[in-house]
């Protein structure tokens, strides 16, 4: 029973207990090396990478120096990219180059991808002549490509063969990859023609011709092809490996579903973080400097958007002269606009990302749009027209702000989608700074609509 | 040659072609139920979903009056739950039970859950008695559980069985699910030990002890646990299926990486959309009363934060009466606030979802937000110093400007992560209106320190 790992219940919630941390720590500070291993040993390489991700700067520099041995290559390839410069930076020598060695070339490129020239050349360095051939291969696909993403050993089986043949040949291989879910069909000049799951494989009786079994599923991928697009084929067709090909459709490599689920994952976050004006690698391990590099611009150019509303609002000074409490629902005009705005951009943004906003349904999606703005501000027109006539004692103003509502929220839904949209038609990501437009127009527009409205019905 | 997909370059790009929609649009026109099937039986099931759901209401329901003897379980499967239950009312009652009973069993639940009560009997009575009590068995467990997720198909063999008896078993079995990528061991009592990648299977001698070959990143989990620490434990342990064991941790069913991956990308969208305010479940196929139903409760939460920074400003009416300059640079404040506290707020919700942000390290995240926002605000405040030097000609507006900034973005900084820890403190989804929360804060004190301030130096 040894092998196995059994007890269930402590699997069952997931993650490692915080606990473990509080005595993590407590071993480093006193430099036991002993019960760091006690601790750490029994753990998943993920664990025990999150823990080294979630210490300060400097109990994580203590814990290499007393623990740097066991730090092994699945470690390394745990651990988030925003502190592995930092861990790699201090290890010794060796241990990174035996740590290196261990790891399939896929996740070599991974990790070399994010460091700086000296570390890549020590990596580099540390591998055979066949893995770094195989890693320099890779490298030269596009950055974000399928051909960085894949896995080069492949599992592959003439097209003519049967399921005992492909047996017989798997049981005999010298080295198969640690995880393959479908043996290729290929043709003598290693096109692949379609794959069968090891599951039918393990089903069918030894005389079974292999092209029987072969999955409708099927599709392959390009080198080339970016890997937004390999996540997609993967959670549309629901596919478990995906084999890739080079510009003459010859195999190259497969893909398998873990590697699109972390770039799922990954353009999720992206999608998020750019939305929200975070740089799109920005990570909560970040130390502040960092942090602020990534935000700074985005606040930048966000000031001088609102300096530009300003200027709209300081045309109507004479009116706000007059009418102070225009002053005062001058936030509520950006609020409602930003707020709708957002809404609209956001829904707009994951439909195009998950491709159910397409040129087919765009006009359908920006009418809807346009209706659902304008019941909104209506029904907003409404209270806000009798906030204005009880609160601030004047119809005419309630008046303003009731048409303002209307045209601000009509404004934010039409803007909320066409903003996305005009920008993937230039080929730019949706999710960058379309949110700064957004609420830029809305922002303008609203300002304009209800102060200049308020000029010609209140002067 | 005809098993096979081979046409590789068509399948590289991703996603249907836009134009077979206008063709299809085309044939609806002349109720060409032949064209429709040379146009949409070449297609994989998800993109015959896409398409439907890409067309509107009124086409869609023309396509189903033409079409309907082909819409099959599969692609009932595929189509978004925000339009399936239109096209299952549309679908006569034939065509839906048939449809219904070659699914498997999870997909069975994964269509009831969003249906309404005589939707969902007309479906429990089309099934066979087995598979009813498949799937009520499976409603039994809590939404969102793994339970619900879960296929009851599993592929078991008992612990002492060696490779060749378990390939024999497969050989024979009547039925095996569609996809398994382990088989599982099991104790006599049906207690899960361990499993064993098919890989590992076929690679090995026929006399292997099935036990020898177990791998090490196996998990369980319990019917109950929520579906969104079963997606964690996918991704973290970069698990390919998963079996699921009843509170006497007996094997009951087993969840797969294509279920995980579905679940990690629906809380994604939740957290994204909930983070916009706007409803979990909205989809760009929503009608327009579907949509105003949504959004419109989040937008009139923001009305009344709004009105409520209405009334601080009005406090200093008097103040403003003698600076106009002041309600002009009150838009700056907000906006700038607004934004600070979302780019803290968007990246502490996205690690607390990866649990990249625990009690561990919220202390120091704090500590980091606080910093960037200080030296974010030093920065800024030295900027708009001057713009309120120059531009308003004013030195003690640019410095009433430049307090009110750093103030603002610390409050920002600190709102944007203590919101969410402090929601998660109370058990309460992070995501859910943290957004109006910590821009509603920000508005507040951010206009307070800066007319407050006004009022003291200028006046």
Redesign the interface.
């Known amino acids: 029973?040894s092998?196995?790992?059994?007890d269930?219940s402590a699997?069952?919630?997931?993650?490692f207990d915080?606990r473990r941390?509080?005595l993590v720590r407590q071993a480093l500070g006193q430099g036991d090396a002993g019960q760091l291993t006690t601790l750490l040993d029994p753990l998943?390489a993920?664990?025990i990478a999150?823990i080294i991700?979630?210490l300060?700067s400097f109990d994580r520099r203590k814990l290499i120096d007393v623990w740097y041995g066991e730090i092994d290559g699945d470690i390394l390839s745990e651990i988030?990219e925003s502190i592995r410069e930092e861990v790699i930076g201090y290890l010794p020598r060796h241990i990174l180059t035996d740590a290196v060695r261990e790891l399939d070339t896929d996740d070599v490129v991974d990790i070399l991808e994010d460091l700086e020239e000296p570390q890549q050349a020590i990596i580099l360095g540390a591998l055979t002549d066949a893995d770094r051939a195989a890693v320099e291969q890779a490298l030269a696909f596009p950055d974000y490509s399928a051909g960085r993403l894949m896995q080069r050993e492949v599992v592959v089986a003439p097209l003519h063969w049967t399921v005992g043949e492909t047996?017989d040949f798997?049981?005999n291989?010298d080295h198969?990859?640690d995880?393959?879910?479908h043996v290729i069909?290929v043709d003598p000049r290693m096109k692949p023609?379609?794959y069968v799951?090891?599951?039918r494989?393990?089903?069918?009786?030894r005389a079974t011709q292999l092209?029987?079994l072969?999955e409708?599923?099927?599709?392959?991928?390009?080198g080339a092809?970016p890997e937004a697009?390999?996540a997609?084929?993967?959670?549309?067709?629901?596919l478990?490996s995906c084999p890739v090909?080079d510009a003459d459709?010859r195999l190259v490599g497969v893909i398998t579903?873990?590697d699109?689920?972390?770039v799922?994952?990954e353009e999720?976050?992206e999608?998020?973080?750019l939305?929200?004006?975070?740089g799109e690698e920005?990570?909560?391990?970040d130390?502040?400097f960092e942090?602020?590099r990534q935000?700074?611009p985005?606040?930048?150019v966000?000031?001088l958007?609102?300096?530009l509303?300003?200027?709209v609002?300081?045309q109507f000074?004479s009116t706000?002269?007059v009418f102070?409490?225009?002053?005062?629902?001058?936030?509520?005009v950006?609020?409602?606009g930003?707020?709708?705005g957002?809404?609209s951009?956001?829904?707009?943004v994951?439909?195009l990302a998950t491709?159910?906003?397409?040129?087919?349904?765009a006009m359908?999606?920006v009418r809807?749009e346009a209706?659902?703005g304008l019941?909104?501000g209506m029904?907003?027109a409404l209270?806000?027209a009798l906030?204005g006539w009880y609160f601030y004692d004047s119809l005419a103003l309630g008046g303003v702000i009731a048409v303002a509502m209307v045209v601000n929220?009509l404004i934010a839904a039409l803007a909320g989608v066409l903003v996305p949209l005009i920008f993937v038609r230039f080929g730019m990501d949706p999710a960058v700074s379309s949110g700064?437009f957004v609420?830029t127009l809305t922002?303008l527009f609203g300002?304009f609509t209800f102060l200049g409205l308020a000029s010609l019905v209140l002067m």
């Open positions: 029973m092998d196995f790992e059994t269930v699997n069952s919630e997931g993650g915080p941390i509080s998943h993920a664990d999150d991700e979630q300060s988030d047996i798997l049981r291989a198969l990859p995880q393959f879910y069909l023609q379609g799951s090891l599951g494989l393990l089903a069918a009786a092209r029987a072969a409708d599923s099927y599709r392959t991928v390009r092809t697009d390999v997609y084929l993967f959670t549309q067709y629901h478990i090909v459709d579903i873990d699109a689920m972390n799922l994952d999720h976050e999608d998020m973080l939305l929200a004006g975070v920005s990570s909560i391990s130390g502040v942090t602020v935000r700074f985005w606040l930048f966000n000031l958007a609102a300096n509303s300003a200027l609002i300081a000074q706000i002269a102070l409490a225009l002053a005062a629902l001058l936030p509520i950006a609020s409602m930003g707020n709708a957002t809404q951009l956001t829904v707009a994951r439909a491709r159910d906003l397409t040129a087919t349904n359908r999606v809807r209706a659902v019941i909104n029904g907003f209270m806000m906030v929220l700064t609420t922002d300002f």
